[in-house]
């Protein structure tokens, strides 16, 4: 095994910092811009009532959970789509009791994905009108960001969307998980 | 005095006031057993904890109910640079509610550092061994032995041992397990012997009060003496319901190398060498997956029942610092951990019953601090030093290996791009310089050092009893104390300092 040698490291600390600040001053510019550009024309369906995120949040969470937790079979009835067991809706109630400074970063984000994005993944276009490959480029591209508060913010989007859609018992079977010992159902949860 | 008992403080509808000989923050393992023992000596005490009174009956097994529950943050504590994932408990019963239940006492070596380098006195190996040999009595400390092992830990003892590296049954405090293997979720059969269970029922029936959902939101003090603690009771939406405020003779913080330190910070004490908050190390760590052709399904039965010691030495400068466990999460866990999204996590996901998850925890010399934000909240600081990176590359590594001589067909080590070896020689031609913080994903369960003890007060924020240096009667009982990482699970050497240190405390608080 190999080990990289220390050399050049305060010249990559500098630039890293540097590129750091870009990404926060990118991050709130996506939070401005979803402020100042376009808020409006996301529907959330039905009467929903929404804990936390504003409408267009919650748009935006529906698109990337949907591909965050994209089935491994297409078509194959038995995989609960991340709309079936809700994870858009579960991520409002969650996020509504976290902390704000949280609750903050995390809106920034999204408006970050929702428009900045897809610009530096080579799109002209919102990431929730994009293809769902598209998506898949854009999520990609910032899963594997070189600034560390954008990969960051992609895990953390990711963990909750797995909470979201794992929480639910119609999943546990594509993974083999026979669930909680308590309170189980007579022909098991899967 | 009143006599003991658990109080709600959900159910408060008044204000309160309180004037005991001491009060307690926080109800893990060192408050608890802070707690008992003041209660014991027939002081009048009660203990704050700002998390929920739960019980077995409360903890369902389900990840998405009980880490809002028994986890600071929801379990979404991180370190300012979201670097690291803290997992910290909450709640009465501390971090003795969701561990899994590892004992291990503070090793020879550690002491006689702290002895020698940090000025610690009174606390030599055989100074504390009275202290280790009652706590472990109390928790029924006993080894887990082969037919308690899982498939998990099977494995990783065959690696081990076909590596001819060193390795060992480890000591739980457990009494009655069902090998469910929720462990980390709360045990829903009363099988954990911990804070819950012993000490603090002990407490109660010595004449302690704990109340839960109280918030010890600063301490007070005239800069040289504590006269009490001002605490609001929430509801369970976390909305104030009263104010408590307690005066005391003697304040114990026990609300963690975190939230102690925070605590401390807010409270503004006198802190004149600059070194409270100071000092954290987090032990952090990371997992390495190996996928098997036989059934694991490591989420069954006894976590973290076997260690491999082959990369640990506690001697100071040492090279090999690196404490490896298994690692088993369940889906939500386990899902947020797997490298990439979409359909090709979903199909990663599928081998789930079939892979084998061990970890590698650096004993770290990273000194990181806790300070707070504008709202007073903790904010942590750790940025990991270059030899703590290179301890968690060789870990990994060393995981991988454990795995490949255990029989695994593949390893993954988690990072983006995932690694992905099938033999020892690919494993010995990986370049290892991906593995650092944000590229790799870390977690810690044992915050350490913010409050170090010494006699030194130009080093150290508290004395080797455990009281500040500069405000008299305010102590420490957490993993605060710790001058430096401890190289494994803390819960013992906590429980042992809390009683050791507790003559000291009691003597305070009678006036004396």
Redesign the interface.
């Known amino acids: 095994?190999?080990?990289?040698s220390?050399q050049g490291?305060r010249v990559r600390l500098t630039r890293r910092r540097l590129i750091q600040a870009g990404v926060a001053a990118a991050l709130v510019l996506g939070g401005s811009a979803v402020a100042v550009v376009r808020t409006r024309g996301y529907v959330v369906p039905g009467d929903r009532r929404l804990a936390f995120f504003s409408p267009w949040q919650f748009v935006v969470v529906q698109h990337a959970a949907r591909?965050?937790?994209?089935?491994?079979r297409a078509g194959d009835a038995a995989?609960p789509t991340a709309d079936d067991v809700d994870v858009a809706g579960?991520m409002d109630g969650?996020i509504a009791?976290?902390?704000?400074?949280?609750r903050r970063d995390l809106g920034r984000f999204l408006g970050y994905l929702e428009h900045l994005a897809p610009v530096g993944a080579g799109f002209a276009s919102r990431f929730t009108r994009l293809s769902p490959a598209d998506q898949?480029t854009v999520?990609a591209s910032v899963?594997?960001a070189s600034s560390?508060?954008l990969?960051?913010g992609f895990?953390?989007l990711?963990?909750l969307v797995?909470?979201g859609?794992?929480?639910d018992p119609r999943?546990?079977g594509?993974?083999?998980?026979d669930g909680?010992?308590?309170?189980r159902p007579a022909g098991g949860w899967r | 005095m009143s006599g003991g008992g658990f109080v709600r403080g959900r159910d408060l509808s008044q204000d309160l006031k309180l004037e005991v000989d001491a009060v307690v923050i926080g109800t893990g393992a060192g408050g608890s057993v802070a707690l008992r023992e003041l209660a014991r000596a027939g002081l009048d005490v009660v203990a704050l904890e700002e998390g929920a009174w739960l019980t077995s009956r409360d903890f369902?097994?389900?990840?998405?109910h009980m880490l809002?529950q028994l986890f600071q943050?929801?379990g979404?504590r991180a370190t300012e640079?979201?670097?690291i994932r803290v997992l910290q408990g909450r709640g009465v019963g501390g971090s003795t509610v969701h561990n899994t239940n590892l004992c291990k006492r503070t090793p020879d070596a550690i002491l006689d550092l702290w002895a020698r380098k940090y000025g610690v006195a009174g606390a030599s190996a055989a100074e504390l061994r009275p202290a280790f040999e009652t706590i472990e009595r109390d928790l029924s400390v006993s080894e887990m032995t082969a037919p308690m092992r899982n498939a998990n830990n099977e494995l990783l003892r065959k690696g081990v041992t076909s590596l001819g590296w060193r390795g060992g049954p480890l000591q739980h405090n457990r009494v009655g397990c069902?090998q469910?293997g929720?462990c980390e979720l709360g045990c829903?059969y009363d099988a954990k012997q911990n804070a819950l269970k012993v000490m603090l029922p002990q407490a109660v029936a010595a004449g302690a009060r704990v109340y839960a959902d109280v918030e010890a939101v600063r301490l007070l003090h005239d800069g040289e003496r504590v006269t009490g603690v001002m605490a609001v009771a929430r509801a369970a939406?976390?909305t104030p319901r009263a104010w408590v405020d307690v005066k005391a003779r003697v304040v114990v913080l026990s609300a963690s190398a975190v939230g102690s330190a925070a605590l401390a910070r807010k409270s503004r004490l006198p802190d004149p060498h600059g070194q409270l908050g100071r000092g954290l190390r987090l032990h952090p760590g990371a997992a390495v997956a190996g996928r098997f052709d036989g059934t694991i399904?490591g989420?069954h039965g006894i976590p973290q029942s076997y260690e491999c010691t082959e990369h640990l030495s506690f001697e100071e400068g040492s090279d090999a610092r690196v404490w490896i466990v298994t690692a088993f999460a369940?889906?939500?866990g386990?899902?947020?951990t797997m490298p990439?999204?979409?359909?090709?996590?979903?199909?990663s996901?599928?081998a789930?019953?079939n892979i084998g998850v061990l970890t590698a925890m650096v004993h770290d010399e990273t000194r990181g601090e806790v300070a707070v934000?504008d709202?007073g909240?903790p904010v942590l600081r750790y940025a990991m030093t270059?030899p703590d990176r290179?301890q968690l590359?060789k870990g990994l590594?060393a995981c991988a290996r454990i795995l490949l001589a255990a029989g695994a067909r593949e390893v993954t080590i988690p990072a983006?791009?995932p690694r992905r070896v099938t033999t020892t020689a690919e494993?010995?031609?990986?370049?290892?310089?991906f593995v650092r913080?944000?590229s790799v994903?870390l977690t810690a369960v044992h915050p350490m050092g913010t409050m170090r003890m010494g006699e030194n007060p130009e080093t150290s924020v508290v004395r080797s009893t455990g009281e500040h240096h500069q405000v008299r009667g305010l102590f420490v009982a957490d993993g605060s104390l710790f001058p430096t990482s401890l190289g494994g699970p803390p819960q013992i050497s906590i429980y042992s300092f809390a009683l050791h240190l507790a003559p000291h405390v009691i003597e305070r608080a009678r006036g004396t």
């Open positions: 095994m190999r080990e990289a220390g490291r591909r965050i937790a994209a089935p491994d995989i579960f969650w009791r976290m902390q704000p400074g949280v898949d999520l899963e594997a560390d508060l990969r960051a895990d953390g990711k963990s797995f909470m859609y794992y929480r999943t546990w594509i993974v083999g998980y909680p010992l308590l309170n | 369902d097994q389900r990840e998405d809002p943050d929801m979404g640079d979201m670097a069902q469910s929720y829903a939406d976390g399904e989420w369940h889906p939500i386990t899902a947020a990439g999204f979409g359909a090709a996590h979903m199909a996901m599928r789930y019953p934000d709202d909240r270059e290179r590359a590594a983006i791009p494993l010995d031609a990986l370049d290892l310089s913080p944000h994903p």
